[in-house]
């Protein structure tokens, strides 16, 4: 039963991770007490952390005394281009307490995170602004994966202006102009999060970035609006309402074309792992087909596309109901 030992496993990464000691070691500390006395440790406490890291690969052992990191180590150094940092300061610090609560979700229904954090996570992490980077740059390595299957299944070459409505870190819009260079891109976000992104974003490719707050009023023009990983944080009737300001921010021609997994669509056993985060985390929910429907009926919609791609997310395209 190697899986009842896998939250052991997460924890040795994330004190490994907390005190950059892989990174550490890549800098040249090889041996436990360079490494302690650099990260300012308990030596014999972080030689047993070592021997731990050591047998699950993280490390391999010089000849000499000392460490080196393996290769699969190296996904823990943040500068890694598929690193899992983010991942796992994430998963322990923000998700690991709603997630021991389950129990408690699946007799009361609602979410857990509120109850350990003190606050809803969108909150939290403006409160604690290192816990937004964590999950901004973890949604960042996501989109990466699933990215390639959206762009394949999308099709902008006849739009115009593209406005990704809690579009984060505008990686799907970056991705869209560099098939279309002649889109006009919108980022339409919460005021804290694009206050955190990189000065170079309004720039390459140029970026109108918007700030606001999707349940109030979406005041922007665009042909195509999408909205990706959003309505799986919202329960039916907060859904509803970013459903309704998007409708009337559109015209009758505008594409809303949202990005999301479709339950009963053969979707990989990861999917119904990311539902029940929503349930502990937001209070949202993966839906299917005709849980779907319904909010676009409720929200003066109607859906004219459905595009699976290769992997877990499809493309549901709606326009406006014509009454
Ligand atoms: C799960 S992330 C998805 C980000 C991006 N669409 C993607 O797929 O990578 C949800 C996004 O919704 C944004 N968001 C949350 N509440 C919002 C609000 N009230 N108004 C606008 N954006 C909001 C968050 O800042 C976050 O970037």
């Not at 907060?238 to 999301?260: K, S």
């Not at 839906?287 to 699976?308: C, D, H, I, K, W």
């Amino acid at each position: 039963m190697a899986d009842l030992q896998a939250y052991q496993r997460v924890a040795v990464m994330h004190a490994l991770a907390s005190h950059h000691v892989l990174g550490a070691i890549s800098k040249g500390h090889h041996t436990t007490e360079a490494l302690a006395r650099v990260g300012q440790l308990h030596a014999p406490s972080l030689e047993r952390l070592l021997r731990a890291a050591l047998d699950i690969g993280l490390i391999a052992p010089t000849g000499d005394g000392g460490y080196l990191v393996t290769e699969r180590g190296q996904r823990l150094d943040p500068d890694h281009p598929n690193s899992l940092y983010s991942a796992i300061m994430l998963s322990v610090e923000q998700y690991w307490p709603a997630w021991r609560a389950l129990h408690q979700a699946v007799r009361t229904g609602l979410p857990t995170f509120q109850d350990v954090h003190g606050c809803p996570p969108w909150e939290w992490r403006r409160r604690h602004p290192e816990q937004g980077r964590f999950f901004n740059e973890w949604q960042v390595q996501q989109s990466r994966q699933v990215l390639s299957d959206v762009m394949v299944a999308l099709d902008l070459a006849s739009a115009h202006t593209v406005v990704d409505i809690g579009g984060g870190q505008g990686t799907l819009l970056r991705a869209c102009y560099a098939r279309w260079p002649h889109l006009q891109l919108v980022l339409f976000e919460q005021e804290h999060t694009l206050a955190a992104l990189p000065a170079r974003m309004e720039e390459d490719p140029p970026v109108c970035q918007v700030a606001g707050d999707f349940f109030r009023g979406i005041p922007v023009r665009g042909d195509v609006f999408l909205l990706k990983s959003i309505l799986h944080d919202w329960e039916d009737e907060a859904a509803v309402t970013i459903l309704r300001q998007c409708a009337q921010a559109m015209q009758d021609q505008t594409r809303l074309i949202i990005v999301e997994r479709v339950l009963n669509r053969g979707l990989s056993p990861q999917a119904h792992m990311v539902d029940l985060a929503m349930l502990l985390v937001t209070g949202g929910r993966e839906r299917n087909l005709e849980q779907y429907f319904a909010l676009f009926s409720a929200a003066g919609l109607q859906m004219v596309r459905l595009t699976p791609t290769a992997g877990d997310f499809s493309l549901i395209e709606c326009q406006r109901k014509l009454v």
